[in-house]
């Protein structure tokens, strides 16, 4: 390939300094380049960087025009960089298209190799308006039909309400005959062949004409055009260019230099100015590793990781820059968890076996009244938490999401019930990480061994049964999310087994075995009959089910206690 | 109530709720030019201030030992000029800020709670050097850490909330304490604090939001756990937006923890999503607290009648040690945004 065969044309707006610094790299390893300056940049800064390049010959400046975001001038400042490329350099056959804020990552001699081998084809991301997922406010073929005279940055309410107004009129531009919309990125690299006929078509006036008022056109005008006149579309940009969810370019820093040398680009944007490391180490000949394929998985997939961490966030996470309103929490809380309630008053050593079972952490009543009984009943626990109640009920919303966010990577178990703080019941019963299981009723247990006068705790299981029906209610409402679990307490003593091995195989999918060691149940001979004075002082226990007078429940036939599940 | 009658009846309470804001934020505005008069100029060099530099603001008292590494700091992320308000320090500290080539110093002895801790001097000061500048205020033991801040200076920060439209960036306070007792190892000047107070509290913090304002109210850390449980209202807030892109209209409500106009406080996504965010290191906790603590007890010119430090006192006269098994030692950015402490955003 002759030399002065790739030409750049370099659109610049800021940073002339970085600008200036990447023409003459280019200049000087024989490739011509043209510089569109912006109009609203001042006379000095201009005539500053004219003199910067003063010395080259293979360099010029066109007519500048003001190019504000989104509009036409910024097509005809390519249009007019262009004619003077083509007019200027004959020798160019392939014209690059970047911007001041562009850096090459591989010598010009492998890009320009890379052209060599590929003489006719036409590198430009082209894509029908059906294919984009990517374009910026929802509208892309309406980019094409409808009309835009208010500015989207500066006059963004008036710019909606009129595209509302023309939707809801039904009104649509003709589009010229034979045009296709298509969108792609801006920056491209067309051989002099497509370029010239795009630029000397004879309709190029009435093609102009309908583009000047499409918006964004310079997304769109050559990626339309180069599908009537290219045989050779390669549609992708030689340009590395990521752009985050508001459609704002990505801007690469002097960390970045290991994974943009690795990505095997040819040119990137858009450059931090002030990124001297990356300037420093890319203007130079020094060849890659391999002349390998460009190869932006690594950037992809970083910043596409950026955008998501944005719009999505951590799950259960609640910090000073991500507060959810309710149901927006892309989860709750950070983890699955299980919740107990009543298996700590039937069984005696309820907690160390699950933990031995399970191998998860088990903590005690987390909302009792007197304090936070942590596992192990520590004073502070993970992420520093206190164990004290009254901070706790301070928050109690920020302390459990704070717990399964500090405890990330270990499952949670936690003991619940009516005579604990309520105020995450609703909570809890909503959140599809929560696994909750019931044995109803077994708050009348403890009453039942406790030593007690009769009228207190006829007064005091009056209350607990209240509180655990309503929190029944909440389990059983229909927008309950949780995964429950409820026995009466007089089906789990029938048959104790099944439900505890459901449970824990939920818990420990893993561990999928017959349980071995059971945990041992307290004692409730003459349970039966206490509820009986229960009912004799005219209180009516109903949560615990079925329990006949004179204990004689496991010494039925063992009726097989399947579990209901509510949801 | 018909429906069309109650969406009325809101917007009018919305339309009456940001009249009140406007009514508030000027107020605030008046209370700053008047509060002006009570500066006196030590030594001004804001004529030195470029177009687009970064500004740092700071009102101090008697803090002469952390100045040398404070400065130090901030320069090295990429602070073109200080301005200082000194409220009456009598250690030597505002002779040596005079000193500095980078700094503009203010002097007062006018008192510090009746200037709202401060923020009347600052909002006058940023008000009159701030406009059009990204400023940053913050105390002379709070240290500013931002995603990439190891790689990446504060004007590639700016630069970047620039070029995505955001005016106001969040830095939550990070209580910092040494493992043992305060005054085991004593603090040299020049010395980074963060040597000594190197452990914090990695996840216990609650929020809310708070309707008035906007913003949202961040309690917790070593000194909720410690000093507040008796009173968790009470405990310090920890929220904070200390990073603006200053206008002459905007101001500081209280402190940095919230300001006026209030979508300046919407520094928090509430769709699921994680906007930017930093912490500020506050390396309060070092031997010099015993001192500073029974001083500002006796000037009694804190927050909330001094509350705080009347905590403190009744706790520190027995041996205090902020640190528990579960602290978390100080690595990096890194690690506090994997500890969901602050958020890269979509800054990649």
């Known amino acids: 390939m002759k030399s002065g065969s790739l030409g750049f044309v370099m659109l610049c707006h800021t940073a002339l300094d970085r600008a200036a610094q990447v023409a003459r790299h280019w200049a000087e390893r024989d490739c011509p380049v043209v510089i569109h300056v912006d109009k609203r940049v001042g006379r000095k800064s201009y005539a500053k960087l004219v003199k910067q390049l003063e010395n080259l010959k293979n360099v010029r400046f066109s007519r500048r025009h003001a190019c504000e975001w989104g509009t036409w001038a910024l097509v005809a400042a390519t249009q007019d960089a262009s004619e003077v490329m083509l007019a200027e350099f004959p020798g160019v056959r392939h014209v690059y298209l970047a911007s001041g804020a562009c850096l090459p990552l591989r010598p010009v001699d492998e890009l320009i190799q890379y052209l060599n081998a590929r003489p006719r084809t036409d590198f430009i991301e082209s894509v029908t308006t059906e294919d984009v997922g990517w374009t910026v406010g929802g509208l892309d073929l309406e980019r094409f039909t409808l009309r835009f005279p208010f500015s989207w940055r500066k006059q963004r309410r008036l710019f909606d309400w009129y595209v509302r107004v023309q939707r809801r009129v039904g009104f649509h531009r003709k589009v010229p005959a034979g045009v296709v919309p298509h969108l792609g990125s801006q920056w491209w690299c067309l051989t002099r062949q497509t370029l010239s006929v795009i630029l000397e078509n004879p309709d190029r006036d009435e093609i102009d004409r309908y583009f000047r008022r499409v918006w964004i056109p310079d997304e769109s005008y050559f990626q339309t055009l180069v599908r009537q006149v290219s045989p050779n579309v390669e549609s992708r940009s030689l340009t590395l260019s990521k752009f985050d969810f508001q459609g704002k370019p990505h801007i690469f820093y002097d960390d970045h230099l290991q994974i943009l040398r690795r990505s095997d680009c040819f040119v990137a944007r858009k450059i931090w100015p002030h990124a001297d490391k990356l300037y420093r180490n890319f203007l130079t000949d020094n060849a890659s590793a391999q002349a390998a394929e460009p190869n932006p998985g690594k950037i992809d997939r970083l910043f596409s990781k950026a955008v998501e961490r944005r719009t999505k966030g951590r799950a259960g996470l609640y910090m000073q820059s991500r507060y959810p309103n309710e149901n927006w929490e892309n989860g709750r809380t950070a983890a699955p968890y299980a919740v107990f309630e009543g298996f700590t008053d039937v069984f005696e050593n309820f907690e160390v076996w699950l933990s031995k079972t399970t191998g998860t952490r088990v903590h005690g009543h987390l909302f009792a009244p007197e304090r936070v009984e942590f596992a192990g009943r520590e004073a502070v626990y993970n992420g520093a938490l206190s164990d004290s109640a009254a901070l706790r009920d301070y928050n109690p919303k920020g302390f459990l999401t704070s717990l399964l966010w500090n405890t990330r990577g270990e499952r949670q178990c936690l003991q619940f019930g009516p005579g604990d703080n309520q105020a995450l019941a609703g909570f809890m019963a909503g959140d599809p990480n929560a696994q909750i299981s019931v044995i109803s009723g077994a708050w009348a247990v403890p009453l039942f061994h406790s030593n007690r006068n009769f009228g207190d705790i006829r007064r005091e299981a009056a209350q607990l049964q209240k509180i655990e029906a309503e929190f029944l209610s909440l389990l059983r409402s229909p927008w309950s999310k949780a995964r429950v679990r409820v026995w009466t307490l007089a089906e789990f003593v029938e048959n104790p087994m099944e439900p505890l091995q459901t449970v824990v195989d939920e818990i420990s999918p893993r561990s999928m075995r017959r349980l071995t060691e059971v945990p041992r149940l307290t004692d409730l001979t003459g349970f039966g009959q206490f509820l009986q004075n229960l009912r004799n002082q005219g209180m009516q226990p109903v949560l615990m089910g079925e329990f006949p007078v004179n204990d004689d429940l496991r010494g039925n036939p063992p009726r097989r206690g399947r579990p209901y599940l509510v949801n | ?348």
């Open chain 2, 1 to 348: 109530m018909p429906e069309g009658v109650r969406q009325q009846g809101e917007a009018g309470v919305r339309l009456l709720s940001q009249y009140v804001l406007r009514l508030a934020r000027k107020r605030w505005l008046v209370r700053a030019m008047r509060k002006r008069r009570e500066l006196q100029p030590v030594v001004d060099r804001t004529n030195l201030i470029s177009r687009d530099g970064i500004l740092l603001f700071s009102t101090l008292r008697n803090e002469k030992i952390r100045l040398p590494f404070f400065l130090r700091y901030y320069r090295d992320l990429g602070v073109n000029h200080f301005l200082f308000v000194d409220n009456g320090s009598d250690d030597g500290g505002r002779e040596y800020l005079a000193q500095q080539p980078d700094v503009s110093v203010w002097t007062t002895s006018a008192s510090y709670k009746r200037s709202r801790f401060g923020a009347d001097w600052l909002n006058w000061l940023q008000r009159k050097y701030g406009h059009g500048h990204w400023t940053l205020v913050v105390d002379a033991d709070e240290f500013f850490v931002y995603p990439f801040c190891d790689t990446r200076p504060l004007r590639a920060l700016t630069d970047w909330l620039d070029a995505s439209s955001i005016k106001s960036f969040s830095a939550m306070l990070l209580d910092m304490y040494p493992k043992g007792p305060f005054d085991a190892q004593p603090y040299r000047e020049g010395q980074d604090p963060l040597e000594i107070a190197n452990w914090f509290d990695s996840g216990n913090y609650v929020m809310s939001r708070n309707r008035k304002f906007g913003n949202l109210w961040i309690q917790g850390g070593p000194r909720m756990r410690m000093f507040f449980t008796d009173a968790p209202e009470r405990a310090p807030a920890l929220n904070k937006v200390p990073l603006v892109k200053w206008h002459r209209s905007y101001a500081y409500v209280s402190s940095t923890h919230s300001l006026l106009p209030r979508g300046l406080n919407q520094v928090y996504d509430e769709w699921g999503g994680e906007k930017a965010s930093g912490v500020l290191l506050h390396a309060k906790f070092l031997d010099t607290f015993g001192t500073k603590a029974a001083e500002e007890m006796a000037r009694r010119q804190h927050y909330a009648n001094s509350h705080e430090y009347r905590a403190y006192n009744q706790v520190i006269g027995t041996e205090p040690d902020l640190w528990c098994k579960w602290s978390e030692k100080y690595i990096n950015w890194r690690q506090l945004e994997i500890l969901g402490l602050m958020s890269k955003g979509n800054w990649a």
